[in-house]
């Protein structure tokens, strides 16, 4: 579901070559038919599963986009030439990357390429970001990701996101508090690393507002595979989810997924 970060958040809907613009449809009633179709988004073979959202199972076992060292970058082997594809590797790992503290459900911390900025944010359903450190690559950003772990979460809850339960931060403040609880860790990292290899930033924070109406109080989640038909009043849109009267739907886990997507009135 791409989306650009304006006051709030701009939503599309790709269906199949279409873009819709959603936050239009916020107040309507839509529905969603899945016809039971999944095509991989990397080599369009259909595939009865979709694994790692969106790819047939020969293509989740050989890129390197579905690698495990891409949820735990700390992990990353590009240096030990075991890469699956080192020049996708060399182009979306070896790249500079930002070590950031986001408040989506509460303060947590999080690592993305330089370029997917702000898009990462959305995806969480942010409501404020703060870029803490640049550093060279995907593996020091995981390594400086898991010396913050200490200190906070790297994760979302998401029921509390989707209902709006986001507590107010200051996250300059926050970053100077982690900034200080991880200056050994730092420090050594450097010293292995190089000097310049990771700098710390003094970015501003990003506000991120989004196209929702009614939070939900109680959250159920639509699930494709089990219930392939889905209806209900859009009332809302924030991360990769769909809010409707009648449950709540990840539209990221459905990549690939032949949908027919129509607005009822
Ligand atoms: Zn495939």
Same mark, same amino acid.
């Given at each position: 579901?791409? %989306?650009?970060?304006?006051a709030p958040v /701009?939503?599309?809907?790709?269906? !199949?070559? &279409?873009?819709?613009?959603?936050?239009?449809? =916020?107040?309507?009633?839509?529905?969603?038919?899945?016809?039971?179709?999944?095509?991989?988004?990397?080599?369009?073979?259909?595939?009865?599963?979709?694994?790692?959202?969106?790819?047939?199972?020969?293509?989740?076992?050989?890129?390197?986009?579905?690698?495990?060292?891409?949820?735990?970058?700390?992990?990353?082997?590009?240096?030990?030439?075991?890469?699956?594809?080192?020049?996708?590797?060399?182009?979306?790992?070896?790249?500079?990357?930002?070590?950031?503290?986001?408040?989506?459900?509460?303060?947590?911390?999080?690592?993305?390429?330089?370029?997917?900025?702000?898009?990462?944010?959305?995806?969480?359903?942010?409501?404020? %970001?703060?870029?803490?450190?640049?550093? /060279?690559?995907?593996?020091?950003? !995981?390594? &400086?990701?898991?010396?913050?772990?200490?200190? =906070?979460?790297?994760?979302?809850?998401?029921?509390?996101?989707?209902?709006?339960?986001?507590?107010?931060?200051?996250?300059?403040?926050?970053?100077?508090?982690?900034?200080?609880?991880?200056?050994?860790?730092?420090?050594?990292?450097?010293?292995?690393?190089?000097?310049?290899?990771?700098?710390?930033?003094?970015?501003?924070?990003?506000?991120?507002s989004y196209p929702?109406?009614?939070?939900?109080?109680?959250?159920?989640?639509?699930?494709?595979?089990?219930?392939?038909?889905?209806?209900?009043?859009?009332?809302?849109?924030?991360?990769?989810?769909?809010?409707?009267?009648?449950?709540?739907?990840?539209?990221?886990?459905?990549?690939?997924?032949?949908?027919?997507?129509?607005?009822?009135?």
């Amino acid at each position: 579901m791409p %989306a650009s970060a304006e006051a709030p958040v /701009s939503y599309q809907l790709a269906v !199949g070559d &279409a873009r819709i613009n959603v936050n239009e449809l =916020v107040g309507r009633r839509v529905r969603l038919d899945f016809d039971g179709v999944i095509r991989c988004i990397h080599c369009d073979r259909t595939t009865k599963k979709s694994f790692n959202q969106g790819y047939c199972y020969p293509c989740f076992r050989k890129l390197a986009a579905c690698d495990s060292c891409i949820m735990s970058p700390e992990k990353c082997h590009f240096h030990l030439g075991t890469c699956r594809e080192p020049e996708w590797g060399e182009r979306n790992c070896m790249v500079e990357h930002v070590v950031y503290l986001a408040n989506s459900s509460g303060l947590k911390v999080g690592i993305t390429r330089g370029t997917q900025v702000p898009t990462r944010w959305i995806d969480q359903g942010a409501v404020d %970001a703060i870029p803490m450190l640049r550093v /060279s690559t995907r593996y020091l950003a !995981g390594l &400086a990701e898991v010396a913050c772990k200490q200190h =906070v979460a790297d994760r979302t809850n998401w029921r509390a996101m989707l209902k709006g339960e986001v507590p107010e931060l200051d996250l300059e403040a926050e970053r100077e508090r982690i900034l200080g609880l991880i200056g050994d860790d730092l420090a050594q990292l450097r010293q292995e690393h190089g000097e310049d290899s990771l700098r710390v930033v003094e970015e501003s924070p990003q506000a991120l507002s989004y196209p929702v109406e009614v939070w939900p109080s109680k959250v159920k989640t639509h699930n494709l595979d089990k219930t392939p038909d889905v209806e209900g009043l859009l009332e809302g849109i924030k991360g990769q989810y769909l809010i409707l009267d009648t449950g709540v739907i990840n539209i990221r886990k459905f990549t690939g997924y032949e949908v027919r997507f129509r607005v009822l009135d």
